[in-house]
């Protein structure tokens, strides 16, 4: 069975800092690039950053230069580093991999509020 389990939002001040963890079934993460997602109350759920099986990242053009996507392949573990952090940012975080999206697939997902 296909699991997703974020954790790590919380509420913080503008400019502080926050540490996603999401933690995937092994059948989905060991060969998958593996992205955060964010919704925001009233939009649509808007990809934040990616990373391949081997490590190669990519980030969304309003995040870049503040968040850093990593992963260790050994816990199946993804994370997302936010830094200076934006109230612009607030929104529920998600993890996923490309077969998860397309199975319609999320977990119950991590809330990040940023204060201004």
């Known amino acids: 069975q296909v699991q997703l389990v974020e954790s790590g939002g919380g509420l913080v001040q503008a400019g502080g800092s926050l540490r996603l963890s999401c933690v995937a079934s092994?059948?989905?993460?060991?060969?998958?690039?593996m992205g955060w997602y964010r919704q925001a109350p009233g939009k649509e759920r808007e990809v934040v950053a990616a990373?391949?099986?081997?490590?190669?990242?990519n980030y969304a053009d309003s995040v870049k230069g503040r968040f850093t996507i990593s992963r260790d392949n050994a816990k199946n573990t993804v994370y997302l580093q936010m830094n200076s952090l934006k109230p612009e940012d607030t929104a529920v975080y998600y993890c996923?991999?490309?077969?998860?999206?397309?199975?319609?697939?999320w977990g119950q997902g991590t809330q990040v509020t940023v204060s201004s």
């Open positions: 092994g059948s989905i993460f060991s060969v998958n690039a």
């Open positions: 996923a991999s490309p077969t998860t999206v397309a199975r319609s697939v």
């Open positions: 990373i391949t099986s081997g490590g190669s990242a």
